[in-house]
């Protein structure tokens, strides 16, 4: 499967097209070369082999050339595997660089392809279209390269970590995305329903690796000391 989304391109950093401009000495341009090369594919997750590959389209088009690059995120495995699968890692990816920009992105296009099919084109093989009610709703949010953390920042394995922990705490983080993918995302309702993911968070934390010390008798935690279980957990803090 292949999905290809803009916020992509800008969070993974690199770009296949280079240019090459050259000026006189007063600064005003006497020349541009533009470079179209193609770049080996950037590992992103051992589930389901997922990498990171880029493309280009160059066009004439009136009064000149239309260039196009886009950066997919490609699943590729060697058994065939559930569509929700690889949707569903796809779907992870998508929410990893929208929280890191904090923005409701979507894929541009969604692909499948299975070679027992043999479909070929002259192009080469055929990638359908896929439809799915698990992807996210149209949203062409631009990033403007503005992220909290890009992929070069991630170590490696770093993705991997990621899909475990939207695994297990799905539940926490389920509230947060709803925050991020309303229409605005920044009122006092969402600042408001923004408590409720970091106190789930806090709760599967106490029960799943304190042994719930400190729930009380209803199997309950405070809010307040949801968040002093987050902070005891963290290796570093975020502010003094």
């Given at each position: ?33 533009l470079s ?6 950037i590992k ?110 991630m170590t ?85």
């Amino acid at each position: 499967m292949r999905t290809t989304s803009s916020a992509y391109r800008n969070w993974v950093g690199r770009s296949s097209i280079e240019i090459f401009c050259e000026s006189d000495s007063s600064g005003r341009l006497q020349s541009a070369t533009l470079s179209l090369k193609q770049t080996d594919s950037i590992k992103i997750s051992d589930r389901l082999n997922m990498s990171a590959c880029h493309d280009w389209r160059a066009a004439p088009v009136l009064d000149g050339y239309d260039v196009r690059e886009s950066l997919s995120f490609q699943s590729l495995v060697k058994e065939p595997r559930k569509r929700r699968d690889h949707l569903e890692a796809h779907v992870g990816a998508l929410d990893l660089v929208s929280i890191a920009a904090w923005k409701n992105f979507t894929f541009q296009e969604v692909h499948a392809n299975r070679k027992e099919n043999k479909i070929n084109t002259p192009e080469g093989e055929q990638w359908t279209e896929v439809f799915s009610h698990l992807l996210p709703r149209d949203d062409l949010s631009n990033c403007r390269r503005r992220f909290l953390f890009s992929c070069n920042d991630m170590t490696p394995g770093g993705i991997d970590e990621w899909f475990r922990l939207r695994q297990e705490y799905g539940r926490a983080l389920g509230y947060l995305f709803r925050a991020l993918r309303s229409e605005r995302t920044w009122p006092p309702q969402s600042a408001i329903m923004s408590s409720t993911p970091l106190e789930q968070v806090g709760y599967l934390i106490e029960d799943n690796d304190n042994g719930g010390s400190h729930l009380n008798d209803r199997g309950q935690l405070k809010f307040k000391d949801a968040l002093g279980v987050i902070l005891d957990n963290m290796e570093a803090l975020p502010f003094s």
